[in-house]
């Protein structure tokens, strides 16, 4: 894979965008920039579709979390015009201030399960990932298994996207997603 460029390096939306990602950004600066990763790799024409949530206030009325869902679209087999969808990912996005050992425990062990509980995809299946800042986890989700076993994370450390070679990571996950997020939101 050595010399192998990311894309997004060359995106000037993704370059503009991460350098307004500072220390005390809030919610709305970390969705901004997924709102363009998302589009660029789920574009419509490839049948994808997203749900925004804005910024959901907490303590003191401050924003605490916005949440994008990217569903997939295929021709409905059961009936030709029809077509049906699911729900293949789910990000949750937070500020920077939250790139702390506790921020991610807390945020991935318990606002990101509650909401990756409440897929309606009849399979409770679904991929997902915590983007803090610049930095991102992404996970398999099974709303069937144990509480222990529903999260399994896709890697083993955060990925930051200002660095390249964990940016070209963040692609092939991406990649991943693409590729098995319809079957994994589909099987029983």
């Known amino acids: 894979m050595a010399g192998r460029v990311s894309y997004f390096q060359n995106q000037m939306m993704f370059l503009n965008t991460i350098q307004l990602i500072k220390p005390h950004s809030l ?3 970390v969705q901004t920039l997924w709102q363009g990763i998302v589009h660029a790799w789920f574009p419509y024409e490839q049948h994808y579709k997203f749900g925004f949530k804005g910024a959901t206030l907490a303590s003191r009325n401050m924003p605490d979390v916005t949440v994008i869902k990217v569903m997939a679209l295929q021709p409905n087999p ?6 049906a969808e699911r729900q293949i990912m789910m990000i ?28 309606l995809n009849h399979s409770k299946k679904l991929f997902g990932a915590v983007a803090i800042g610049t930095k991102v986890k992404f ?27 964990q940016l070209i990571q963040v692609e092939n996950m991406l990649d991943y997603i693409k590729t098995n997020g319809w079957q994994w939101a589909s099987t029983p």
């Open 27 to 29: 919610e709305e600066t």
């Open 92 to 119: 949750e996005c937070k500020r920077p201030s939250y790139d702390t050992p506790n921020g991610w425990n807390d945020t991935i062990e318990g606002q990101f399960l509650d909401d990756l509980q409440q897929t």
């Open 139 to 165: 996970f398999r989700f099974d709303g069937k298994a144990p509480v222990n076993r529903m999260l399994t994370p896709l890697h083993r450390d955060t990925l930051d996207l200002k660095i390249p070679s």
């Open 78 to 83: 059961r009936s030709s015009p029809d077509w």
